[in-house]
C-alpha cells in the first residue's frame, strides 16, 4: 500500500471499511480534490460522520494524521485542480503580464470571498471588544506570527495599547498574566495547531476574551474563541503561506481596524495625525 495514490489505497481499503468508514470513502471519490482544503471538521460534516471516524480512517489507509492525508492528495496528480490557472498556478512559459494577471486575479478573489464572508453584526462585537480592551495582545505561530505583528503596528497608529507578543513560550506566559479586560488577538489559517489550542484554554481560564481570524470556523481554536472571524483563499498544504491567504487575513485587519476607527473617528484622525508628527522628523 506504500506506493499507490489516495484513490489506490481507499479502493483497495473499500471493502474492509466499516460503514462510518465508507461514507467517508464514498464521499472522497466524488470530492478528493476539494478534500485538500477541508478542515477535519468540515470534511466530517460533509460526510455526515465524526470526527474520530476521520482519524481512523486515515489511519486505516496507512496515513499518520489528517494532515498527513491532505499532503498525499496535494501531492496525487489526479487531484489537480481541472482548470490549470484558475487559483493563481503559474506556468512555465508564461510572460511575465501572464503571470501578473493571474496572481491579480487571484488576490481580487482571495478578498471579494473574505468580503462575502464578513458577518457586519459579528465584526461590531470584534470592535467593540477591541475599543474598549485595557490591552490587545496580537499573536499567531510562524507566517501567522508576521500578521499579528501587522495587525499591532497597525492598530498602534491609532493607539498605544495594541502589542505583538512573539514565541510560542512568551505568549503563554502573556496570556497566564492577562484578565477580563484584555483581549487576544489570534492569527491561525487553520486554527488547529496546538499552540493555538493551549493558549486559547489559558485565555479562557483567565476570563480573557479572545478574537480568532482563521479560514476554518469549526476548527478546535474557532471553537474556543470568543469571536472568530472568517478569511477567504482556500490554501492547499502544498500552497503554505500564499499570498492570496495572508492577503485575505489583511483586508480582515483592515476592515477591523476601520470598524473601530468608526467607534471615535475624531479621536482615531487626531491620534494618527499625532504619530504623522511624530514620524516627519524620521524624514529627510
Request: proline residues 2%; aromatic residues 6%.
Amino acid at each position: 500500500m506504500k506506493n499507490t495514490t489516495v484513490q489506490g489505497r481507499i479502493s483497495a481499503a473499500y471493502y474492509k471499511l466499516t460503514a462510518s468508514e465508507k461514507k467517508v470513502a464514498d464521499f472522497l471519490i466524488k470530492h478528493l480534490h476539494q478534500a485538500q482544503f477541508m478542515s477535519i471538521s468540515e470534511l466530517a460534516e460533509g460526510c455526515g460522520v465524526a470526527e474520530a471516524t476521520i482519524s481512523r480512517f486515515c489511519r486505516r489507509l496507512g496515513y499518520g494524521s489528517y494532515s498527513t492525508f491532505k499532503l498525499a492528495i496535494a501531492k496525487s496528480g489526479t487531484a489537480a485542480s481541472p482548470a490549470e490557472g484558475e487559483a493563481g498556478e503559474v506556468g512555465a512559459k508564461d510572460t511575465v503580464r501572464e503571470m501578473g494577471e493571474k496572481l491579480q486575479r487571484a488576490n481580487s478573489r482571495a478578498m471579494m470571498q473574505t468580503l462575502e464572508l464578513v458577518n457586519p453584526a459579528t465584526l461590531g462585537r470584534a470592535a467593540e471588544m477591541l475599543a474598549g480592551a485595557r490591552g490587545v495582545y496580537c499573536m499567531g505561530q510562524g507566517g501567522s506570527m508576521i500578521l499579528a505583528m501587522e495587525a499591532a503596528h497597525l492598530f498602534s497608529t491609532c493607539w498605544p495599547h495594541y502589542h505583538a507578543v512573539q514565541g510560542s513560550h512568551h505568549q503563554a506566559i502573556t496570556a497566564a498574566l492577562l484578565g477580563k479586560e484584555d483581549v487576544v488577538l489570534f492569527f491561525s489559517y487553520s486554527g488547529s495547531t496546538r499552540d493555538i489550542i493551549d493558549l486559547m484554554k489559558v485565555a479562557r481560564e483567565r476570563r480573557c476574551r479572545t478574537i480568532l481570524i482563521t479560514r476554518f470556523p469549526k476548527s478546535p481554536g474557532a471553537a474556543l474563541a470568543d469571536v472568530v472571524l472568517q478569511c477567504g483563499s482556500d490554501e492547499a498544504p502544498l500552497q503554505l503561506g500564499t499570498v492570496p491567504a495572508r492577503i485575505s487575513q489583511l483586508f480582515l485587519v483592515d476592515l477591523l481596524f476601520n470598524e473601530v476607527c468608526r467607534r471615535d473617528m475624531e479621536t482615531a484622525a487626531a491620534n494618527r495625525e499625532k504619530t504623522a508628527s511624530a514620524l516627519a522628523v524620521k524624514h529627510i
